[in-house]
């Protein structure tokens, strides 16, 4: 079981945290946090065996990816870079970034947008009609997306470049 609440009290670009990510909980803070809700969604508290809070990051969307002779990889950008040699890696790692950082700092924001929306803190605030409506829809700009038109652009970036 997972139940998100933020701390919305600075704006998004203020936001610094200090302290340990992960903290113990207990059955006693969980009922008093969540004292009025549904029995439907309390009465699985006793069932969690060693409850915690977690603290959860993110950043703002990032400007570039590269900066001198460091990049960011894999999960910490999640940039899928194509294997390529040492000698055409910035290259590639551009081409990539110029292609992918638009959509994947969306992503971020997406992220952020729907733990508003899971925490009624969105523009919907508590109406389950109107998030109900959203969340229909709100992943298709993600799954719909043509994968294999960023490799294509990719590619002619790259032959345009001279590789």
């Not at 302290?19 to 008093?32: A, D, R």
């Amino acid at each position: 079981m997972v139940a998100f609440v933020s701390d919305r009290s600075k704006p998004e670009d203020q936001r610094e945290f200090h302290g340990p990510w992960v903290t113990p909980s207990s059955l006693e803070e969980m009922q008093n946090d969540y004292q009025g809700w549904n029995h439907l969604v309390t009465d699985l508290f006793p069932l969690i065996e060693k409850p915690e809070h977690w603290a959860l990051h993110d950043l703002l969307p990032l400007d570039n990816w590269i900066k001198g002779r460091v990049a960011l990889l894999g999960d910490a950008r999640n940039l899928q870079a194509p294997n390529c040699n040492a000698d055409t890696a910035p290259e590639f790692l551009k081409v990539w970034e110029e292609i992918r950082r638009t959509r994947a700092n969306k992503q971020m924001v997406h992220s952020r947008r729907s733990g508003d929306l899971y925490e009624f803190a969105s523009d919907f605030g508590n109406d389950y009609s109107k998030m109900g409506k959203e969340m229909e829809t709100r992943w298709n700009w993600i799954w719909d997306h043509d994968h294999q038109a960023d490799v294509d652009k990719a590619y002619a970036l790259l032959k345009e470049r001279g590789f």
